[in-house]
């Protein structure tokens, strides 16, 4: 039997893996947690919603990080789409952090980090839509099982 803390580990990975690029999916596990009864669910959605948030400040680093090479050639954006992206971004773009727990929501994190969105609206944005996508989870996993 696997302990209260690998499952919460494995959890973890999951949601983390599950929110960066990588083709991960994380509410199988979390469900199965769920209905095993393998942690208490405070625990559960704890560490998914951590789990989840970090993979997705990952994104966002890595968005800091591609937009340096911005100037190269084989850059994916012209100067002049990029300018644009921007300041659609800048008046329209955060928000759609908030979809950042939708199958494509881990794209949002990337341009965010490349469109520089300050730190903390990132964070409270991302983990806003991540925790209450496992808040969801968890209601409806509980609701289907009566």
Known sequence: MV????ALGGLFLAAFGAATILPFQSEVVFVGMQLGQAAPL?????VASIGNILGAVVNYLLGLWVEHFRHRRW???SEAQLDRAQRFYA???VWTLLLSWAPLGDAFTV???IMRTHWLVFLV???AAKTGR???LAWA????MG
Do not use: D, K, M, N
């Open 3 to 6: 302990s209260e803390a690998a």
């Open 134 to 136: 496992y808040l969801v």
């Open 91 to 93: 008046r329209w773009g």
């Open 75 to 77: 850059f994916p954006a």
């Open 125 to 127: 944005l991302v983990s």
């Open 141 to 144: 996993t509980a609701a289907a």
């Open 111 to 113: 341009v965010a980090g």
């Open 42 to 46: 405070p625990a559960i959605v704890l």
